[in-house]
């Protein structure tokens, strides 16, 4: 195809979305909805899962040593559990920092009671490694490990937690993709049935092209670079509705509701978008070009 | 120029459009084929313009056998062959101009000769004035006479005509008749698919006369 040919092509394809406003219209719009959709909901599932993730990052395996241990000795083993892939982080507790949060907790305001203890520390023995886990999932492999480490008195998990954060975390990635795969599809579905039934009305027209003597390739390149055009708009729009209202109702309730806030962190708009904006554009442009592709192809045989 | 031989056409449902037919039309002829609806007028223009391919027989156009012509080479050989038809099959969202040119757009014409050709066709068939205007702003005449220009503009040698005149009242069908007329003095091979008996006896041609789909009758020689 010559150069000039090409941008004529390019221009009959900006052209035809002007000529079939109600075609143009109803692409456009039924491709924003379902992108709207499914950016909604993937921004709802994002956040979700990072909520589960936060939780699952405050559970903790505690490793108690036998007594009579130096602190020395202890930190020598923490150094070797450190080498484990399941730790996401780990923090040593001395017997000395047990007894004084120990104090701080039950004897706040009675700080006296305590000082028959002043010279005799009862949790000499208590000096504790707290270990958080990358994955909570993974909390029954790195226990059998610390339980048969030389020198582990004791290993105190929360089984039950982590269990029902990692079943949590399971079922809602499992909802999350469900979700996300049955609105990929019915978009798809969608789409596509508009581009074909828009392709499907213009067949004469296609037939005239097809008579006069135009190659498949001429017909067929400004319907495609209409079903690309339809593509980006029906995907821009959407994309740029819910980067607006996202951002938006995260400032507004990091301001007004502080509580909320603090009890959990909000995915950051452009985190989300990294991986919202290249699926909604690729899904919204793949399937205008494929659509009108695979519609058309049925019409050249004339 | 064109040339069929045994050609026979049957549809996927059993539907028998031309049996046994063959004819042979010169360079420069002007050719009426006519018959009743459903004669298998139109399925010879379908064949000439390897729209369909037949079930029995040889077509010759302008020297090359269609068989012989790929899905591919079908455009290029179509270029070769202006085509007209009842309901003009005009675009209908490009003005009269852009219809016109499009013939050209499909060849890869350069932008020179668009400007050219164009205009020179418009005011062969009387409407260098309306290129601006939209096909449903024009008479059926004016529509026939755009789709001539748009079958002419790449100078074929063979000018097919399927019931051109089908849609007008008389005066506009004895002015595309004249045009179609004109253009056959100037050299082009011209075949004509009516019913209007009236426009054939007057014109005084070659006419093959269709019946059930095969050819009962043809004056070549006699006119």
């Known amino acids: ?302 | 120029m064109i040339r069929l031989e045994h050609v026979s056409k049957t549809y996927e449902a059993g539907v028998v459009a031309i049996t046994d037919v063959s004819l042979h039309i010169k360079p420069g002829e002007f050719v009426f084929i006519v018959g009743a609806s459903g004669s298998g007028k139109s399925t010879i223009i379908k064949l000439l313009l390897k729209e369909l391919a037949p079930t029995h027989g040889t077509i010759t156009v302008n020297g090359r056998d269609l068989s012989s012509i790929s899905h591919k080479q079908v455009p290029i050989f179509r270029r070769n062959i202006g085509v007209v038809f009842q309901d003009f099959r005009l675009l209908p969202d490009r003005n009269v101009y852009e219809n016109v040119a499009f013939a050209l757009r499909v060849v890869e014409a350069p932008k020179k000769e668009i400007k050219r050709k164009v205009p020179l066709m418009l005011s062969m068939v009387g409407l260098a004035a309306k290129y601006r205007s939209l096909p449903k702003q024009l008479s059926g005449g004016e529509q026939q006479r755009v789709a001539i220009a748009r079958a002419l503009v790449n100078e074929p040698k063979i000018l097919l005509a399927d019931e051109p005149t089908g849609n007008l009242d008389n005066k506009n069908a004895w002015e595309i008749m004249r045009l179609l007329d004109e253009i056959n003095k100037k050299g082009t091979t011209v075949v004509v698919v009516t019913h209007n008996m009236d426009i054939v006896k007057a014109m005084k041609k070659r006419v093959i006369t269709i019946k059930k789909g095969s050819i009962i009758d043809d004056n070549e020689g006699e006119v």
């Open chain 1, 1 to 302: 195809m010559k150069f000039r040919t090409f941008t004529y092509n390019v221009g009959q394809g900006f052209k035809n979305i002007a000529r079939n406003k109600m075609f143009s219209f109803a692409s456009i719009a039924t491709m924003a909805a379902c992108i709207f959709l499914l950016g909604l909901f993937y921004s709802i599932g994002v956040n979700f899962q990072s909520m589960v993730k936060d939780a699952e990052s405050n559970v903790a395996v505690t490793v108690f040593f036998q007594d009579g241990m130096s602190e020395d000795d202890i930190k020598a083993i923490g150094q070797e559990i450190a080498n484990r892939p399941e730790i996401a982080k780990m923090e040593f507790v001395s017997a000395d920092e047990a007894w004084e949060n120990f104090k701080k907790e039950y004897f706040a305001g009675k700080e006296d009671l305590a000082e028959g203890f002043a010279t005799d520390n009862p949790l000499a023995n208590d000096a504790k490694y707290v270990i958080y886990l990358n994955d909570v999932s993974e909390q029954d492999s790195l226990v059998k490990y610390l339980e048969g480490v030389n020198g582990v008195r004791e290993v105190h998990r929360s089984e039950i937690t982590a269990k029902t954060l990692s079943d949590f975390n399971n079922l809602s990635t499992f909802i999350m993709i469900a979700v996300i795969a049955i609105l990929i599809g019915v978009s798809i579905f969608l789409i596509s049935n508009t581009v074909t039934v828009g392709i499907s009305v213009r067949k004469d027209e296609i037939s005239i092209m097809k008579l006069i003597g135009a190659k498949d390739n001429f017909v067929r390149a400004p319907f495609v670079v209409e079903g690309i055009l339809i593509g980006l708009i029906g995907s821009a729009i959407p994309l740029a509705i819910l980067y607006f209202l996202y951002y938006r109702l995260v400032s507004y309730v990091q301001t007004k509701y502080k509580v909320i806030s603090t009890m959990m962190d909000f995915v950051p708009v452009n985190t989300v978008f990294r991986v919202l904006l290249p699926v909604s554009v690729i899904l919204g442009v793949g399937i205008g070009f494929l659509g009108s592709r695979l519609t058309l192809k049925r019409h050249l045989n004339v």
